[in-house]
Structure formats: structure tokens, C-alpha cells
């Protein structure tokens, strides 16, 4: 088993009141599963990646990976297990850096220094693996990340995270700021990392058909607690419609429902409570 989650709570104060962001939640992922979360604003979702990544510590609870406790470990240990990747582009990468050198930073989490990492042989190297990215970033390694556009940017941030092959990789709705070109691209070389490495990945998105589409699991969190888990042929027998259908019957609201349907925008808008809670979640 990579990754247990067992019995978290995690809650949070909002004027002058308590609301649980994970309410006693328990999740397992085995080794080489690809797990899409969806869920309504406020759900818990990027909260429960927070948690197991260690930058929120849980109320209650336990975080397990490879059979270990490391609910009380810092981020930073924990980092050496765990590759994420961010909704926001600039948050993956470091703009003033180069491309080799960002990619160097990445490597680095095995343990060694930068300067044989930027060698004559290991830039080849990093050519080569950029290239196979098909963006025409293994021409550009030594320009600096802040000129690269947003979808160069994540796929890039995509590589990092993977590239010392993690036990686990966090993905919190990366493809969410792209426009729809970038993020359907962004989406297929994660595929194909987390395939050629086998991966487990845990991924948050905001879109339906992505969470149908990608993946062997499907998992759906509704007020901090997982409502529903398919299996991937479960999943593959579901429509758009048949997910929609499936979060009224658990009581989410067509106002909360944040998750877009197609390439043009997302479905519903968000209440005003759930505003207010987004920034925590």
C-alpha cells in the first residue's frame, strides 16, 4: 500500500464558527493507482492534498506512506516521497532560473549537488528528456523559466515533479489555469510520465469528463468526506450527465457545483458561503 489516510478531520475557523474541511476521512491508494478527485467548492479537496503533503497537520487522524507515519513530519521531508503540481504555473517552477537549472533543483531532492546535474553530458540528458515533451523546450534550456508561456511552464512543472520518480504524485488541478489547447496537452504528457513511470497519483480536477476519462479510479468528496469510489470500469460506464446526477443525489446543489463539462466553462457558480471558504480549502 502507498498511501493510507485513516480517519483525518481537519476543521477550520470562519467567523466565529468551525467548519470540517475533512470530516473522519479514510482513503487508501495501492501501488500504480491514478485516482481523479472531483467535488463541489468547499469540499475538501485541496485540503486533503495539503494534508498528506504535510502542509496542513491534521486534527485527527493518521497519514501513512509505504507503512510509515509521517503525519508529523514537515513538508520538506515528506517531499522526498512526494511530487506535486499546482493549479497556479508559477508555483512549480522558479522564474529566475534557467530550464536546466529549475530541472537541476528537481533532481536534486536524490540527494546530489547542482554542479554535476549542469554538466556537458547531464544537459544532453535533460535535452533529451525535454524533447520528449514535444513543446520545443530541449532548445531552451538555458533561458530563463519567466519567458516560457503558461503551458510551458506546467508541463515543465510536470517533469519536475516526476522526474526522481516519487512514491506519490499530487496533482491539484494543474491544467485548470490553462486555456484549453495547453491544458489538454498539459493533461496528455502527465498521462504519459505517470504511465512510462507507474506512478501513483492522486488528482484533483474541476472537470467531469477529465475524472471519467483519466485514471483506474474515480473518487467524489462531498462536506469532507469521500461519497463515492469507482473502480475504473465503474467509472468507464458513466456519462457527464450520470456524474451530475450522482452529486444532486448526495445533496450538492446545481449553485455549488464548480465542475466544468466541457472547454468552455464550468457548470454553475459558486454560493457566496463557499467563497468565502475557498481560500482555506
Known amino acids: 500500500m502507498i498511501l493510507r489516510v485513516l480517519e483525518v478531520t481537519k476543521t477550520f475557523s470562519l467567523g466565529g464558527s468551525r467548519f470540517s474541511a475533512l470530516d473522519n476521512l479514510t482513503l487508501f491508494l495501492s501501488e500504480g493507482d491514478f485516482a481523479t478527485v472531483i467535488g463541489s467548492n468547499g469540499a475538501g479537496k485541496t485540503t486533503l492534498l495539503n494534508v498528506i503533503a ?3 497537520r491534521p486534527d485527527r487522524g493518521k497519514v501513512e506512506i509505504l507503512g510509515q507515519d ?7 521531508r515528506r517531499a522526498k516521497l512526494i511530487g506535486r503540481v499546482f ?7 522558479a522564474s529566475q532560473l534557467t530550464v536546466a537549472e529549475n530541472l537541476a533543483l528537481a533532481a536534486k531532492k536524490g540527494g546530489r549537488g547542482l554542479a554535476p546535474l549542469l554538466s556537458r553530458g547531464r544537459r544532453r540528458y535533460l535535452a533529451q528528456v525535454l524533447a520528449s515533451l514535444e513543446m520545443g523546450l530541449e532548445g531552451r534550456l538555458g533561458e530563463k523559466v519567466a519567458h516560457l508561456s503558461g503551458g510551458e511552464r506546467q508541463a515543465l512543472a510536470v517533469l519536475m515533479a516526476t522526474l526522481t520518480r516519487p ?5 491539484d488541478e494543474h491544467t485548470a489555469a490553462l486555456d484549453p489547447a495547453n491544458a489538454e496537452k498539459v493533461l496528455a504528457i502527465t498521462e504519459k510520465l505517470v504511465a512510462e513511470h507507474r506512478l501513483t497519483t492522486l488528482m484533483v480536477t474541476h472537470r467531469m469528463d477529465q475524472a471519467l476519462a483519466v485514471g483506474n479510479r474515480l473518487i467524489m468528496m462531498h462536506k469532507g468526506q469521500i461519497v463515492l469510489d469507482l473502480d475504473e470500469e465503474e467509472k468507464r460506464r458513466l456519462r ?18 464548480l465542475l466544468a463539462t466541457n472547454d468552455d466553462g464550468e457548470k454553475g457558480m459558486m454560493a457566496e458561503e463557499a467563497k468565502k471558504l475557498a481560500h482555506l480549502l
Do not use: H, I, N
Open 54 to 56: 504535510g502542509t496542513l
Open 70 to 76: 509521517v503525519t508529523r513530519w514537515p513538508a520538506q
Open 87 to 93: 493549479q497556479d504555473p508559477l508555483r512549480g517552477t
Open 167 to 171: 512514491k506519490l504524485l499530487l496533482l
Open 240 to 257: 457527464v450527465e450520470d456524474l451530475v446526477g450522482l452529486f444532486r443525489k448526495v445533496g450538492v446543489s446545481d449553485d455549488a457545483l
